[in-house]
Every structure is written in C-alpha cells, then in structure tokens.
C-alpha cells in the first residue's frame, strides 16, 4: 500500500479533527454516521462534510451509503494519525523509503530532526488473515466493528511491550522508541534478514548464536514463536538481531513445547539446508530416543531451566494485559504461520484492507518527506475527551 505521506502536509487542523472523530465513532459502529462525525468533531466554523469529501479524496476514509450514509477508516487513514502523534511528540519528523513488507506489516525509515534514522513498524492485521478475524467476529462482539483497528492496535502494544523487556533483559532486539495505534517505532538495525545472506564465514559459530537464544529467552520465560531466517537480521560482523515479537508466547502457555520445538527446528532445517550444517538425522523425537549427536546439541524444553524474574511475568506491569494477550492471542498465536509458509495471499477486499503486497513490489517513496510538528494540535486523547464532553457522549 503506497503511504504517500505528502498529502500529511496539507491537511488541517479540521482535517485531523474530523478524523479522529471517525476513529472514537468506530468504538461504536462500524460505518459511523456523518451526523455522530459532526457530533463528535464538533467543529467550531462548522464545515464537517467539506472535511469528510476531502479526506475521502486522499482515501483515508472509506465511505459507505448501503444502510445509512457514513464513514470509516482506511488503514491509510489510521497510519497518518498514528503518524501525526508521533511527529507532534518529536519522536521523528519525516517518514522515507519502504524497507520491508512483512506478512502482516509495512516498514519505513523515519528520520529524527538531527538526521538519525529509525525504523516506523506498521501492523496491518486483517492483511493475510482477515478471513479468520472475521471468522471469530463474534468474539469482539460489540467491537467488531473496528476489530482490525484494535486487533493491529494491540499487535503493536506487544510487540511494543515485548521489545522493551527483551532489551532491558540484554537480548539483541531493537531499541524500542515509541508505540502508538498500530505504530512501533524502533532503532534501524544496520543488516540483511538471514534469509537473504547466500554465504556466512562462520555458520557454526552464528548458529549456536541463535539457537543460544531461543534457549535464553525460554529460560526467561518466553518464546519467539515466529523465529525463523525472515525475522533474524545480521550484519556484516555477523551480529545478529531478533525482531517481529507479536505472536510470543509465555513458556506456560499451553501450547509452549510445541512452538518451543518448531523454533528450533526452524532454524535446524534452515541451517541445514543454506549453510550445509550437519547434524546427524534421527527421526525419532521422542523423549526417550537415543542420544544421538543432533540430540546432543538440540535443546529440549523440558530440559530447560527457568532463571528468576521472569519476564513474562514482568510483561504483565507494561500496559499489556492478561486479557490483551487473551485478546491477540485468537487471532495471531494459534494462527500463525510461518512467514516461509506465507503465499502472500490476497485478503476479502472490504475497501479497507491493503492489497497483498511482497518483497518484489517494495516501493521506494524517494526523498524524505519533512513532517511539520504542530504544538497546538494536540495528540488525539486530548482531543477525544474534548469532543467527548462537548457532546456529552
Ligand atoms: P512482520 O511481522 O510483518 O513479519 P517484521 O517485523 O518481520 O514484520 O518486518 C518485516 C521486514 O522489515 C523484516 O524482514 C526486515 O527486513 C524489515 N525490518 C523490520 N524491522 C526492522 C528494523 N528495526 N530495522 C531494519 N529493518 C527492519
Ligand atoms: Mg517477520
């Protein structure tokens, strides 16, 4: 989906207004009518249809007429006001070229005043799966309405909140900056996904590296769950970097030793198969197998030893909460799918999901696009309980 951020420049202080209005309205209604817009938006000289007509124009709302006349967000839409926030909290001010597309995802540099580059995370939930979230409907109930809004929203809060705790823990992830809506804003790792790297200097060496990792996570009290050569980076010292952290799991979870195990056997079989690493084959895993020598170095989630502090249970003082977890969980922890898997399938177009997009059309947006910082704009909380009172919603 092309973010063309230009069009961020031109839009008002009503354009933003009337936007987040359709957001609030979208708590409530899945098409939200255009009396509640102008309700809630509240605008001072009026003028809320003249608004809407234009942010339709940029296709950052989508409109529908079939039951009653009213609007909803596109996820262009959502991007600039995650975006907007971001820029009036001086976390950067210009958003560049596209560097990756993820399964369920979009990333861009962004740039801070002083020139240093991060890395903009957008969750699009509903990309690949929007069948299953629409399959499981019933279980948001009275958010159906926005659940492709709340379900990225939250996808972002963890991956957020995971992040963070994997850093203070000393684990090689981003430096997580900043998260809002379905926005994660991270340090830009300086590397290739393995899975682009054709030759490695010492493959011996970079896989104990990562298995080591899957083990001392799990020993911390987590896993990766989606660990595989599309979500490692490494750079040309061979350090390597974890990303992508939405769908980890607790090493209490129910399903743990399953996803522990498939992990591990990712990066077996990737490794195997890339970098001509041996370990000698035995098809039996059972338990009680014989020890063999790929058995010796494979490690067993039942043989793992928990240090003390877990972090997931420390996860739970970071805003993410149980029922959050709960929440995702139905949507992206049982369903995940190996990014390998992915056969970047279109989605049901409702007019609001991003066309499927992979690695080869990965556009460049050219040239930085400067965002100016609005001091008198506030961030979309103020403004909601502004509008909130106003109307005595
Ligand atoms: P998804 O959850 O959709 O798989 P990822 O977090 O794995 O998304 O990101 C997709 C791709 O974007 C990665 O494979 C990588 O190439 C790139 N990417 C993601 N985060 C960063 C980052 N912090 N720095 C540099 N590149 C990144
Ligand atoms: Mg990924």
Request: charge should be negative.
């Amino acid at each position: 989906m092309k973010l063309d951020v230009d069009v961020l420049r031109y839009l008002s202080k009503d354009d933003f207004r009337v936007l987040t209005a359709v957001e609030m309205g979208m708590r409530n209604h899945e098409i939200v009518p255009s009396e509640l817009i102008d309700r809630i938006a509240c605008l001072k000289h009026g003028g809320t249809y003249k608004v809407l007509k234009n942010l339709l124009k940029h296709k950052l709302l989508h409109h529908d007429s079939s039951k009653y006349d009213g609007f909803r967000l596109t996820y262009l839409g959502y991007d600039f006001l995650a975006i907007k926030t971001m820029v009036n909290r001086g976390i950067f001010t210009g958003v560049g070229r596209q560097i990756g597309v993820g399964k369920e995802s979009d990333i861009f540099e962004v740039a801070k005043e002083d020139g240093t580059v991060l890395a903009m995370k957008l969750h699009r939930l509903g990309r690949v799966s929007f069948r299953a979230v629409k399959s499981k409907r019933d279980y948001l109930r009275h958010r159906s309405s926005y659940s492709w809004l709340y379900l990225s929203r939250l996808a972002a809060l963890k991956e957020f909140a995971f992040m963070k705790a994997l850093e203070e823990h000393g684990f090689p992830v981003p430096n997580a900056v900043d998260c809002n809506r379905h926005c994660v804003i991270m340090s830009l790792v300086r590397g290739y996904p393995l899975v682009q790297v054709k030759q490695l200097p010492n493959p011996d060496v970079v896989f104990e590296t990562i298995i080591g990792l899957v083990v001392r996570m799990a020993e911390h009290g987590l896993i990766h769950c989606d660990f595989n050569e599309f979500n490692i980076m490494i750079d040309d010292d061979e350090k390597i970097t974890m990303i992508d952290f939405p769908q980890m799991v607790s090493v209490s979870h129910r399903n743990a030793k399953m996803y522990f195990d498939r992990d591990v056997e990712c990066i077996f079989k990737f490794f195997r198969k890339r970098y001509n690493l041996s370990f000698e084959e035995n098809e039996d895993e059972s338990d009680d197998s014989e020890v063999d020598s790929e058995e010796v170095c494979r490690p067993r989630f039942s043989e793992i030893k928990k240090v003390s502090g877990l972090l997931d249970k420390k996860l739970a003082a970071s805003g993410f909460t149980g029922k959050d977890q709960e929440d995702i969980e139905r949507f992206i922890g049982e369903d995940v799918q190996k990014d390998s898997d992915s056969d970047g399938e279109g989605t049901e177009d409702e007019g609001y999901i991003a066309d499927s997009t992979n690695e080869s059309n990965i556009k460049d947006f050219g040239s930085k696009c400067s965002l100016r910082k609005e001091e008198d704009n506030p961030p979309d909380r103020e403004i909601e309980h502004e509008a909130v009172e106003d109307t005595c919603m």
